[in-house]
């Protein structure tokens, strides 16, 4: 994903924020579904930037909880 176009991985970015929010609000997220038509090296960047997002979100929530 290093030689991508710097917007593309902007958007890439930021859906993998917005499904990692989803997920923490509850809402389902199939990431195998959102991921399907990516490239192998697209998928494992993407999963990575998910799971980044979603644990600061889950950090977030139990933060917001106490």
């Known amino acids: 994903m290093n030689q991508q176009d710097p917007h593309a991985l ?21 990431i195998d579904a959102v991921t399907g038509n990516m490239s192998d090296e697209q998928q494992v960047w993407f999963r990575e930037r998910y799971d980044h997002y979603r644990k600061q979100a889950e950090r977030a929530s139990v933060i917001a909880l106490r």
């Open 10 to 30: 902007k958007n890439f970015d930021f859906l993998a924020h917005s499904f990692a929010c989803m997920h923490a609000l509850g809402q389902p997220v199939d």
